[in-house]
């Protein structure tokens, strides 16, 4: 296939973990307010490495977007030197999740990245999510970047199934082989996107997925580029 028919228009986003990330400050408050002392630096730091550990196809096959995410917090707070996270903290955790949604801080050059890309290409989210991921986009100021933002939840089909995607191709109105996906999990975001036919960049800061089938950028501006 020539350069022009593979020309990249329209570009599709995972949310969590590639344009938001969790509210480490919320988790230490709640941590502390049943007595443990935990860094919010060191659980960002921790952050990458525990998705990287989940990312495995057995995990994803055997769990759904909701349970794993007990799994996370369990993981990221040994992570961090803690034997284990109080079920109280899980429950309050658990609350604000359902209501806001905990994936709620975004990274300083994200704005300015989709600023950039939107001058360029069409840009959508397809999120695997709880139905509160357009709400909790357009509380931090990102929903207005996008022509649409599709919640697993409301959909009731999760990544990596490929069907996914297609919602939201049909959505814009636009082809598979003319869209890139961007996400942070190889077995959830790369492996679906791919099935569904579109081009993929795993975002990969830390370098975690050397070796991967797939191109990996450090940081969403690198995206300007992906037709060069």
């Known amino acids: 296939m020539n350069k022009r028919a593979m020309t990249i228009k329209t570009i599709l986003f995972d949310a969590g973990g590639t344009l938001v990330f969790p509210s480490f400050e919320r988790i230490v408050r709640e941590l502390a307010a049943d007595g443990i002392n935990a860094d919010a630096a060191a659980l960002a730091r921790a952050d990458a490495i525990v998705r ?4 495995r196809p057995e995990i994803i096959a055997a769990t759904t977007d909701d349970s794993r995410f007990r799994r996370y ?3 990221l707070v040994r992570e961090v030197g803690i034997a284990q996270l109080p079920d109280d903290t899980f429950a309050r955790l658990s609350a604000y999740h359902r ?3 905990l994936w709620e801080d975004v990274p300083p050059d994200v704005s300015g990245a989709l600023e950039a890309l939107r001058g360029r290409f069409r840009l959508g989210v397809v999120s695997n999510a709880n139905g509160t991921v357009r709400a909790k986009l357009s509380r931090l100021k990102l929903a207005d970047f996008f022509e649409t933002i599709v919640d697993s939840f409301e ?3 999760e990544k990596p199934d490929p069907r996914i995607f297609h919602v939201a191709l049909k959505r814009m109105d636009i082809e598979a082989r003319h869209t890139a996906y961007v996400g942070d999990l ?3 975001d790369i492996v679906g996107a791919q099935a569904a036919g579109l081009r ?4 990969d800061p830390v370098d975690l997925h050397v070796g991967r089938s797939v191109a990996r950028i450090r940081a969403l501006g690198d995206l300007i580029h992906c037709n060069d």
């Open 73 to 75: 917090l369990d993981t």
């Open 186 to 188: 190889f077995h959830v």
């Open 99 to 101: 209501v806001h949604n």
């Open 155 to 157: 959909e009731g089909i």
């Open 52 to 55: 990287f550990g989940m990312d």
């Open 200 to 203: 993929t960049f795993l975002l």
